[in-house]
């Protein structure tokens, strides 16, 4: 049963435009959410995360959005670039001391020139 | 400072033999996992250590894996026997307790083939 879904495979937009990559969960004891992005023959790398005590959470051109009653989470990237083009994963983390993070399959975004 | 190394790159062997994987973590990093990415499952978490003593090792697929982590620097995945199954890339990654942000960094993973 996936706990952290992404119902998104890909995503295509043109540079300059926002993207916006959408992510949802199940568990309503998740307590922290993350984002990573994923370039081919690459290890994932940290972009932004939350808390669940927010709903916003902005670093530069990224900006992560909580909707905890819908258990929706959302990732904005604007302006887009051609070099945001990578696997995106969202990931969830268990509440209390538990340190396990639960990733969704990712989505391909692809930015074009 | 350096980031998760992982060895080796790419790993191809024949089923039924032995593999091991490695992985050392950031300096100064008390948490330690071991991801498996498949097409079929995604990234999914296999074990994870704390301060070398492993905490929820849940996702360990069945008694064929095994992982050890001897001191804080060092931490191995191992398979015996492999199977075509097995077959993926595997990820190590560490992360620091008591930053408040959860963020775990990975190495660039180990692509396993057992043919």
């Known amino acids: 049963d996936q706990q952290v879904k992404q119902n998104s495979p890909s995503l295509s937009v043109q540079e300059g435009r926002i993207s916006i990559l959408n992510c949802d969960y199940t568990?309503?004891?998740?307590?922290?959410f993350l984002w990573y992005k994923k370039y081919p023959a690459e290890g994932p790398t940290f972009l932004i995360s939350?808390?669940?005590?927010?709903d916003k959470n902005e670093d530069g051109r990224f900006t992560v959005f909580l909707n905890k009653s819908a258990k929706h989470l959302s990732l904005h990237i604007v302006p887009s670039q051609p070099g945001d083009s990578a696997v995106y994963f969202c990931?969830?983390?268990?509440?209390?001391?538990?340190?396990?993070?639960?990733f969704g399959k990712g989505t391909l975004l692809t930015v074009n020139p | 400072d350096a980031g998760v190394i992982q060895s080796p790159r790419h790993e191809v062997t024949e089923m039924g033999q032995e593999v091991t994987l490695r992985c050392k973590p950031i300096?100064?990093?008390?948490?330690l996992f071991w991801y498996r990415q498949t097409m079929m499952r995604g990234l999914e978490l296999l074990i994870y250590?704390?301060?070398?003593?492993?905490?929820?090792d849940s996702g360990m697929p069945e008694d064929r894996f095994s992982a050890k982590m001897p001191n804080a620097s060092f931490s191995t995945l191992k398979i015996q026997p492999s199977e075509p199954r097995d077959s993926a890339v595997y990820f190590c990654?560490?992360?620091?307790?008591?930053?408040?942000?959860?963020?775990?960094?990975f190495g660039p993973g180990t692509r396993l083939t057992v043919t």
């Open positions: 990654a560490s992360s620091e307790h008591g930053t408040g942000t959860y963020e775990q960094y």
């Open positions: 568990n309503s004891m998740f307590d922290y």
């Open positions: 939350i808390s669940s005590i927010k």
């Open positions: 990931a969830a983390k268990s509440g209390g001391s538990n340190y396990k993070l639960t």
């Open positions: 300096s100064g990093h008390d948490y």
């Open positions: 250590f704390n301060n070398n003593v492993p905490i929820d």
